[in-house]
C-alpha cells in the first residue's frame, strides 16, 4: 500500500461545477499536510495547507481527518484556471521526509 | 526575490555519461530536497539536506546517484554512470522550517539518457 494514495482521475468538470478531491495516508504520526498544484511542464507550488479546523481560501476548501487519515480539496464555482493537477502532500518524521500522492488531475472545460 | 535556481533546465546525455544537476535555493532557507518525477513513479523524494548536512537519502535509487551541499546556497546531484531509466524531471525544492515546511520549487532539469 502506497504511504498517500490518491484517486488519479481525470476529472472532467464543467465550469461553474464544484469538485471534491480526497486523499488518505497510512501513518498515523504524519504532522503536516498540504495541497500542491502542478501545471503541465511545470514545478509544483503549493495550494494551501491542511489543518484539523478545516481552513478556507476563497473558492477551495481543505479538510483534515486525522481519525480516518483522510485530507479532501473542495473547488467551488470551477474556473478554466483551475484544470491542472492536484498533488496530495504528508510530512513525517520531524517536517522533513515528504510524501506526494500520485496526484489528480482535473479538466475544466467551457 | 529570485526562486529556486536550477541548471541546466535540459540535458540530453547518451548512456554511461556523468551527469551533474544544480540547484540554488532561496536565500536564507534551511532545508533543500531533490525530487524525481516520472509518468509511472510520480513524484520521488530522494534526498533533503537541514543546514546542508545530509538527513535521510534513503530515496537515492542507488550508489550510482550522489548528492552534495558544500554550502547554503548550493546543492549538486550528480548520476555516475547515467542509464535510460534515469530520464526523468529533477526537481530541486527548499524550505525554511519555521514558515511551515512550505517548500518552493525550481523549474525543474528535463533529463534524458540515450
Known amino acids: 500500500r502506497k504511504e498517500v494514495e490518491q484517486d488519479p482521475g481525470p476529472f472532467n468538470v464543467p465550469e461553474g461545477a464544484t469538485v471534491a478531491f480526497n486523499c488518505t495516508y497510512s501513518n498515523s504520526a504524519s504532522q503536516s499536510f498540504f495541497w500542491y498544484r502542478q501545471d503541465c511542464r511545470k514545478e509544483p507550488k503549493l495550494l494551501m495547507s491542511?489543518?484539523?479546523s478545516g481552513n478556507e481560501d476563497g473558492r477551495f476548501t481543505a479538510q483534515l481527518n486525522r481519525a480516518s487519515q483522510y485530507i479532501s480539496l473542495l473547488i467551488r464555482d470551477s474556473k478554466l484556471s483551475d484544470s491542472a493537477t492536484y498533488l496530495c502532500v504528508v510530512l513525517n518524521t520531524g517536517g522533513f521526509k515528504t510524501i506526494f500522492g500520485a496526484g489528480t488531475r482535473l479538466f475544466v472545460k467551457a | 526575490d529570485a526562486g529556486v535556481i536550477q541548471s541546466p533546465r535540459h540535458e540530453v546525455t547518451e548512456m554511461g555519461q556523468e551527469v551533474t544537476l544544480r540547484c540554488k535555493p532561496i536565500s536564507g532557507h534551511n532545508s533543500l530536497f531533490w525530487y524525481r518525477q516520472t509518468m509511472m513513479r510520480g513524484l520521488e523524494l530522494l534526498i533533503y539536506f537541514n543546514n546542508n548536512v545530509p538527513i535521510d537519502d534513503s530515496g537515492m535509487p542507488e550508489d550510482r546517484f550522489s548528492a552534495k551541499m558544500p554550502n547554503a546556497s548550493f546543492s549538486t546531484l550528480k548520476i555516475q554512470p547515467s542509464e535510460p531509466r534515469d530520464s526523468a524531471v529533477y526537481f530541486c525544492?527548499?524550505?525554511?522550517?519555521?514558515?511551515?515546511?512550505?517548500?518552493?520549487f525550481g523549474p525543474g532539469t528535463r533529463l534524458l539518457v540515450l
Open positions: 491542511v489543518y484539523s
Open positions: 525544492a527548499s524550505s525554511l522550517v519555521q514558515e511551515g515546511e512550505t517548500q518552493y
